[in-house]
């Protein structure tokens, strides 16, 4: 595939040399991946279910739908047939391989995103276009939709209203309206909503994907675990596709999910360390000269001190800490970065400390 980008992480590497070389070792906030253990409820889920020599259902256990049918509801107001949830080995090769699934010719994706909504257009030789503004893309023939509600990598939430005309726009055009919800329980000044939530979608899901990941919510990075729903029709289109390609997820995975998305109280309390590492990081950058905006949601501080990206990128690795250039999410992110708030207790104290 000679049209895909250059995997942008490898020109992070001198950076990331140079703050392994502080004394005190690298901070590293540029990759948004899960520090804190997977609770023990999830390991005891999986380790029961250890002993599972046939071959998984594609569709999951009844067991596992329904536990992300319930928390969905419970959570987040959305009421799904569990028939209509379908579990991807991790959300991200779902995204990548969507526009394929659909047959998509033409592809839109914000214009600050995560890199891999275009690699998925790529992929299916679809033609990529990055817009926030729908109305400005004229009349040709649009597929999908891709929305990010905690958005990667700015953390703006898209409020309910913004999401009512994005759907009304592609149901008049016949578009799939997909959205990416993983960062939905990290809401720290405002509450994300669901693509799915009636407010949003009137009742109807007919066009409409939602996008869940327990790699955020859950530190289940590692175990590849999310799950997709929304219009049923669409859902048993992927569901006989994915069948036939074999995608699989491992049966100990899908009694870890089913765990994982029946409990609260682990994600509350997983919540809870990332609001005390935002508390103490935001103002510290701040006193230090940048300026965070957005970032209302999620995981990440979308932060500027006015030079160009990979000019902060350098300042901090100076300082031992290692963010990502904003860049690495679309042209319009050239004088910010990306900075993670998933560190240790102990390495976000350090970032602090240097930043004074």
């Known amino acids: ?44 889920a999986l ?13 999951g256990t009844t067991a596992l739908r329904e536990a992300a049918s319930g928390w969905l509801a419970r959570r987040h107001g959305v009421r799904v047939d569990q028939r209509d949830v379908l579990p991807l ?13 659909l047959g998509a010719q033409r592809v839109v994706f914000p214009e600050l995103a995560y890199p891999t909504y275009d690699v998925g257009a790529r992929l299916a030789g679809a033609h990529g276009t990055a817009a926030d503004g729908l109305l400005a893309l004229g009349p040709e023939p649009v597929d999908l939709v891709w929305v990010n509600s905690p958005g990667n990598p700015t953390g703006k939430v ?24 993983c960062y939905i329980e990290l809401g720290w000044e405002e509450k994300p909503v669901s693509i799915l939530h009636p407010d949003v979608c009137e009742g109807s899901h007919e066009g409409l994907l939602a996008v869940h990941s327990l790699s955020k919510r859950s530190n289940l990075a590692g175990y590849r675990a999310g799950f997709v729903t929304g219009d049923p029709a669409l859902i048993g289109r992927l569901l006989e596709m ?32 990332y609001a005390a590492r935002r508390a103490v990081l935001r ?10 905006d957005h970032s209302t949601a999620g995981l990440y501080l979308w932060a500027t001190n006015g030079e160009p990206a990979w000019e902060q990128v350098g300042r901090l690795s100076e300082n031992g800490i290692l963010v990502a250039p904003g860049e690495f999410y679309g042209s319009a992110g050239e004088r910010h970065v990306r900075i993670a708030i998933t560190a240790t207790d102990e390495r976000i104290d350090a970032a602090v400390r240097r930043l004074q």
């Open 1 to 44: 595939m000679n049209n895909l980008p250059d995997f942008p992480w490898d020109r992070l590497v001198p950076y990331k040399e140079r703050a392994a070389a502080h004394p005190d070792g690298i901070v590293d906030l540029s990759v948004g991946t899960p520090v804190d253990s997977v609770p023990p409820l999830v390991r005891a």
């Open 47 to 59: 380790i029961e279910a250890a002993d599972s020599p046939g071959y998984p259902l594609t569709h």
């Open 89 to 101: 080995i991790g959300s991200k090769e779902f995204v990548a391989w969507l526009p394929t699934y």
């Open 158 to 181: 898209l409020p309910a209203e913004h999401l009512r005309k994005v759907v009304a726009w592609a149901r008049e055009r016949g578009a799939v309206v997909a959205s990416d919800e």
């Open 242 to 273: 994915r069948k036939h390609a074999g995608m699989l997820m491992p049966q100990p995975v899908q009694a870890a999910m089913a765990a994982a998305f029946a409990d609260d109280d682990h994600a509350d309390a997983q919540r809870e360390r």
């Open 283 to 292: 103002p510290a950058l701040e006193k230090a000269g940048w300026r965070v």
